[in-house]
């Protein structure tokens, strides 16, 4: 399998958009089984829910790196989107820019087939996800193809400027 996002991020000289379109992702995860049974983190207590991802994400953003990531998300939102917004204040934290678009609202925008990472407007990491959600045994393909990430920028682009910001976002 190809390496995560988080090395390609390490690398990153000026941006990282990330677009997520599913409703659902690895189910069997442990922190979210845990917050189904009503465990919630305490914004307080940072070494409760600060992870090796927030320290790469919060690196790329003190060297200048623009961190931005979309979500397409159907409402009523599911209980894994739930877990999600209740953990964005996260990747605010980190610096990460964070957005939110219904699902009615992006009908008419031309989106790829799957959940991707932009890196520096060049590298495409396109997730491959199974039904379930689980990343799949070649989960990860990088591209670095100029018309396909021109593509994805723009696709990418096209929902930010609809999204509504996480701060502003009430889910339904």
């Not at 992870?51 to 690196?59: E, F, Q, R, T």
């Not at 979309?70 to 999600?84: G, K, L, M, Q």
């Not at 045994?137 to 021109?150: F, H, I, P, S, W």
């Amino acid at each position: 399998m190809q390496p995560p996002a988080r090395e390609a991020l390490a690398t990153a000289r000026r941006s990282a958009v990330h677009l997520e379109m599913r409703d659902s992702y690895m189910r069997d995860d442990p922190s979210f089984i845990a917050w189904q049974r009503g465990h919630r983190p305490d914004q307080a207590d940072r070494g409760s829910w600060w992870l090796s991802w927030h320290d790469v994400v919060s690196a790329a953003v003190a060297r200048g790196v623009t961190v931005r990531r979309a979500r397409i998300v159907s409402e009523p939102i599911s209980d894994y989107v739930r877990y999600e917004y209740d953990g964005t204040f996260a990747n605010l934290a980190a610096g990460e820019l964070v957005r939110w678009l219904p699902r009615r609202q992006a009908r008419d925008l031309a989106l790829p087939g799957m959940d991707f990472w932009l890196f520096d407007d060049e590298t495409v990491l396109f997730h491959h996800f199974t039904g379930e959600g689980q990343l799949d045994a070649d989960g990860r393909e990088y591209v670095t193809d100029k018309v396909l990430a021109e593509r994805c920028g723009s696709a990418f682009e096209s929902v930010w400027d609809r999204a509504i910001p996480h701060e502003e976002y009430r889910p339904r």
